[in-house]
T-cell receptor, first 117, second 110 residues
């Protein structure tokens, strides 16, 4: 079974530039998560999708971050414009979701390490 | 603001010893509790989860949950150098999202 795929693995940009990350979840996983993990901290949820609908985006800085999950499969996360404090690893995760969603394991992708100069 | 707290470490234990990792959480409505291991530069991977008070064992790992004290722990028996990593505690309420702690760095010394 293929895992969660993410690209690019690394990205270096200057502040005020824009950047986009891509995630392909495990086949059949209805729930997709984007997390931001700053060095030395635990992952912080940015947005959760159930199929192609947003379940929770309460911690997404909507003035600069956007995300979409068209057709309920792949997802993209965009930052425009980037700030220095956006330097972090952006993790995508997926899980089966559904009625047993609370006990479904999250599978994480390898992450995208973003450096904003 | 729901919070999950962990000692940042590093926690150093000799090879073969028991490593004890602790986690406290603020939301009494939390129902499921997860321990993830994260090697440096890698993504988190699930070790085990627990949702009932008491102990749950899986190989060398034992998770302990005390909801009254809002406390969850992970014991690693016969610690190996390959166990050296950051251990993340994550907490979830029913229908709510995961809240992760900052992680505890564990170093197992040969």
């Amino acid at each position: 079974e293929a895992g969660v795929a993410q690209s690019p693995r690394y990205k270096i940009i200057e502040k005020r530039q824009s950047v986009a990350f891509w995630c392909n979840p495990i086949s059949g996983h209805a729930t997709l998560y984007w997390y931001q993990q700053i060095l030395g901290q635990g992952p912080k949820l940015l947005i959760q999708f159930q199929n192609n609908g947003v379940v929770d985006d309460s911690q997404l800085p909507k003035d600069r971050f956007s995300a979409e999950r068209l057709k309920g499969v792949d997802s993209t996360l965009k930052i425009q414009p980037a700030k220095l404090e956006d330097s972090a690893v952006y993790l995508c995760a997926s899980s089966l979701g559904g009625l047993a969603g609370d006990y479904n394991e999250q599978f994480f992708g390898p992450g995208t390490r973003l450096t904003v100069l | 603001q729901k919070e999950v707290e962990q000692n940042s470490g590093p926690l150093s234990v000799p090879e073969g010893a028991i490593a004890s990792l602790n986690c406290t959480y603020s939301d009494r409505g939390s129902q499921s509790f997860f321990w993830y291991r994260q090697y440096s530069g890698k993504s988190p991977e699930l070790i085990m989860f627990i949702y009932s008070n008491g102990d749950k064992e899986d190989g060398r790992f034992t998770a302990q949950l005390n909801k009254a004290s809002q406390y969850v722990s992970l014991l690693i028996r016969d610690s190996q150098p390959s166990d050296s990593a950051t251990y993340l505690c994550a907490v979830k309420g029913y229908g709510q999202n995961f809240v992760f702690g900052p992680g505890t760095r564990l170093s197992v010394l040969p």
